[in-house]
């Protein structure tokens, strides 16, 4: 596709001058022979790659012709670290992450872990001038893929067309007991009672509306992993639904039964599938299935 492109080298760093218009991650892989698209990643991640100057971690960056693009070839450049949040996806619109156990979704308390504070932390240390805006919310044990936007107009398409937007969440749970069906439906009504805990009622109780498709992949004679897939987006959907159905999720302490194989909430939001709110690309992004999980099952070989 590039014919030419002009390239030095100064002080540990090649030195690109862009001649065709590109994005930044396609540019790199054009012109960087010697890195695998993997350390190529690990490089911008790592606040390697400077554009005009400045650093930049953004895949789509735009690079108009004439640009100048600078990259490391030191390796103290470390990609983004943190114990509790993975980042899978980033453009200059949204970021996606994988979230683990033990981390809230965003603030609630001075003094409470969120993965809002340790984005804003990373696009600080980055110099991004962007705060991570919450689209969606994960419980506190609960872990997986979620969706942060980098400015409130990204969040407000998100979150205004969220149903349209988001066409696949799909979760992975260990609940308790030997699943009777390989799939089926669960349809009812949700709402809280005065003691913020939320029922199901076969009935329209004033509560909203919510709809859960399973999958039963394995079962023991004690526990099932099922995959449970999102047609509404409820508070606590999937641990209602489960509990209501006597299979409730495993380390589920308010839903629950006190069952905890894995010392863990054993749900995991493993699919995410989404519009990209301003390019309209079709985005899609699927986690393995926790181990801890596939251990019960005999799995980890499969």
């Not at 540990?12 to 890195?35: A, C, N, P, W, Y």
């Not at 990204?154 to 799939?183: C, F, I, K, P």
Request: glycine content about 6%; proline content about 3%; charged content about 25%.
């Amino acid at each position: 596709m590039y014919k030419s492109c002009n390239t030095y080298k100064q002080n540990e760093r090649d030195i690109f001058t862009v001649e065709h218009d590109d994005t930044l991650l396609s540019f790199l892989l054009t012109h960087i022979g010697d890195k695998s698209r993997n350390k190529i990643k690990a490089t911008l991640s790592g606040r390697g790659v400077k554009v005009n100057g400045k650093i930049i971690t953004q895949y789509d960056f735009p690079l108009p012709v004439g640009t100048k693009v600078s990259v490391s070839r030191s390796k103290q450049s470390e990609p983004f670290k943190s114990k509790y949040v993975k980042i899978v996806y980033e453009d200059r619109y949204l970021v996606v992450i994988e979230k683990n156990v033990g981390i809230l979704s965003m603030a609630a308390g001075r003094r409470a872990l969120h993965v809002k504070a340790v984005l804003d932390d990373y696009f600080k240390m980055s110099r991004q001038r962007c705060k991570a805006h919450v689209v969606h919310r994960l419980d506190r044990e609960t872990s997986g893929l979620m969706i942060y936007a980098k400015d409130m107009q990204t969040e407000q398409l998100l979150e205004h067309d969220w149903h349209r937007n988001v066409y696949d969440r799909r979760y992975m749970a260990v609940v308790s007991g030997e699943m009777e069906e390989d799939e089926g439906t669960v349809a009812n009504w949700l709402k809280d009672n005065k003691a913020y805990i939320t029922y199901a009622s076969p009935v329209d109780n004033g509560g909203k509306y919510a709809v859960t498709h399973f999958r039963t992949l394995a079962r023991t004679t004690t526990h099932s992993l099922v995959e449970f897939r999102l047609e509404t987006g409820r508070k606590n959907q999937i641990r209602v639904h489960t509990a209501d159905m006597g299979h409730p999720v495993c380390g589920d302490t308010k839903y629950g039964n006190g069952d905890n194989p894995c010392n863990r909430l054993c749900l995991h939001a493993y699919v995410l599938c989404f519009y990209h709110p301003v390019t309209h690309e079709r985005m899609e992004f699927q986690t393995p299935i926790p181990a801890d999980f596939k251990r019960l099952f005999n799995l980890n070989r499969s």
